[in-house]
T-cell receptor, first 113, second 114 residues
């Protein structure tokens, strides 16, 4: 079936370093991708999104890269801070006109002081 | 409101009892979604509302689960005769519309069935 997965379940980075969280998706027709951050005891928080007609999108300290050729999505966090410690989920939506998000199991980011 | 709200934030119940979870979406959002998140797992889709109707109930695990939405706003998820495997975080999200719009999540209701 269709799935969205993550390469690394846990990522530990030093404070101040850049973090890269990866995600693979299986449906080449998916046209909208979202990254969410979920802190302990809270609901997922929208970070950044990207549509399939783009390769890169930047936000504040975050960049999402989409490689449609290999069906890969990544989230880059610059100058990682302790407050970035959380579980990060990527999600895809099936082709336009549908609403279902398919979520991966998440990657836990640990920021080391 | 400023964001999606859910109540209660925590619920402990005994096996066999019914529980009702509430979601208050962002004002003006026509689409509403319920998800379930088990410990350390991703989000499992349960049901989707567009306005007051639920065109997709395919994710509901059993007939013990039901949901309704009234006035195009508040939604309630009801679990009858709760079982221990129902223990999870139940998340609600809303979006402006159903077609590729960003979903914004509430804080969730943590349900523990003893």
């Amino acid at each position: 079936g269709e799935s969205v997965g993550l390469h690394l379940p846990t990522l530990s980075v030093q404070e101040g370093d850049n973090s890269i969280i990866n995600c693979a998706y299986s449906n080449s027709a998916s046209d909208y991708f979202i990254w969410y951050k979920q802190e302990s005891g809270k609901g997922p928080q929208f970070i950044i999104d990207i549509r399939s007609n783009m390769d890169k999108r930047q936000g504040q300290r975050v960049t999402v890269l989409l490689n449609k050729t290999v069906k890969h999505l990544s989230l880059q966090i610059a100058a990682t801070q302790p407050g970035d410690s959380a579980v990060y989920f990527c999600a895809e939506t099936l082709p336009s006109g549908t609403y279902k998000y398919i979520f991966g199991t998440g990657t836990r980011l640990k920021v080391l002081a | 409101g400023a964001g999606v709200s859910q109540s209660p934030s925590n619920k402990v119940t005994e096996k066999g009892k019914d529980v009702e979870l509430r979601c208050d979406p962002i004002s003006g959002h026509t689409a509403l979604y319920w998800y379930r998140q088990s410990l350390g797992q991703g989000l499992e889709f349960l049901i989707y509302f567009q306005g007051n109707s639920a065109p997709d109930k395919s994710g509901l695990p059993s007939d013990r689960f039901s949901a309704e939405r009234t006035g195009g706003s508040v939604s309630t998820l009801t679990i009858q005769r709760t079982q221990q495997e129902d223990s999870a975080v139940y998340l609600c999200a809303s979006s402006l519309g159903p077609r590729g719009e960003t979903q914004y999540f509430g804080p969730g209701t943590r349900l523990l069935v003893l």
